[in-house]
Every structure is written in structure tokens, then in C-alpha cells.
């Protein structure tokens, strides 16, 4: 296997953990928080896919996916290419609005297809090319890839973790 193969398959077991997540939850169930000021199951999926298009789009010198097509309506939110979750507060989480499963569910896909193209494209050289000099040491590609990876799987778990506790309120 090699790195892209390794990159694909697990940004690919991202879609089926965002469905499992959100599928058959009623709007009001997305927008349920456990207590106030934490994220409900809409925000933490919306917020994970927001982090991967940011990203993503910024390596491909592209616009956003959120931007580009007209995703931010089903949300009740503006096509703001900066809102991605980062440093939001209880009242911003409780702004995002999911009309039903099938918006967090198609806006993800959308992001994932990209993902997916992208990664298809790079050779095993291209991960160590430095995408972000604001840090020390300056972030490569890879480690770039593989934080996005890590955020989006960690706000998948707490997605399907809040769903359960949704469920049972």
C-alpha cells in the first residue's frame, strides 16, 4: 500500500461515520445539545466538514466548497469562507441550523469527493512540501493531511457519542 492508497482509505471511512452519525435525526435532534454552550451532532459534523473543505481548498489554491455551491442555506448560515467552527461560541454552535440530516450528509459527500481527487493526485514526494511557515517548525503537507484526519475523526466520534445521548433525552 502506498501513502496515497493509505490517505484515501482512511479519509474514505469519513462519509459512513458522518452518516452513521446523522442519519434518520430529525432537525431538532441535530441542533440538541447536551447542556449549554456545548455542540450538538449538527455543529460537530458541520464543523469537521467546514475544517477538511478549509483546508483542502487552501492546498488546491481553490474556492470552498461551502462557498462555491449554495451549501450555507441549508444551514441558515452566510457562505462565509472563515466560519469554520474555530473559537465559536455557545450562542454561534446554537446558529448552526442543519435543516435535516441530507444537508450535513450531501455538503460532506461533496467535501470527501474533493478530498478524494486531490489525494489522488499527490506523490509520495509532495508530502514533505511545507504548506504553512507559521509554525515551528513549518507544517509539510503530510502533517497538514493528517491533522485535518485527526480532527475530523475525534469530532466523528463526539458526533456519534451526542447522538446517543440525544436519542435517550
Not at 105 to 134: K, M, S
Amino acid at each position: 500500500m502506498d501513502v496515497r492508497e493509505l490517505l484515501t482509505g482512511t479519509f474514505d471511512r469519513l462519509p459512513d461515520l458522518v452518516r452513521a452519525a446523522v442519519d434518520g435525526l430529525p432537525a431538532d435532534r441535530l441542533r440538541w445539545s447536551p447542556g449549554p454552550g456545548t455542540n450538538s451532532v449538527g455543529w460537530l459534523v458541520w464543523h469537521l466538514t467546514r475544517v477538511q473543505d478549509s483546508h483542502i481548498a487552501e492546498l488546491l489554491d481553490a474556492e470552498q466548497v461551502w462557498v462555491g455551491a449554495d451549501w450555507a442555506a441549508g444551514f441558515g448560515l452566510d457562505p462565509d469562507p472563515d466560519n469554520t467552527g474555530y473559537a465559536h461560541t455557545g450562542e454561534q454552535v446554537a446558529a448552526v441550523a442543519p435543516r435535516d440530516a441530507q444537508v450535513l450528509i450531501g455538503y460532506h459527500e461533496a467535501v470527501a469527493a474533493r478530498t478524494r481527487d486531490y489525494l489522488g493526485t499527490l506523490r509520495p514526494a509532495d508530502l514533505d512540501r511545507v504548506v504553512d511557515e507559521n509554525w515551528d517548525p513549518p507544517v509539510t503537507l503530510g502533517v497538514r493531511l493528517v491533522s485535518v484526519l485527526s480532527d475530523d475523526l475525534q469530532h466523528a466520534g463526539q458526533a456519534g457519542y451526542v447522538r446517543g445521548l440525544a436519542e435517550r433525552a
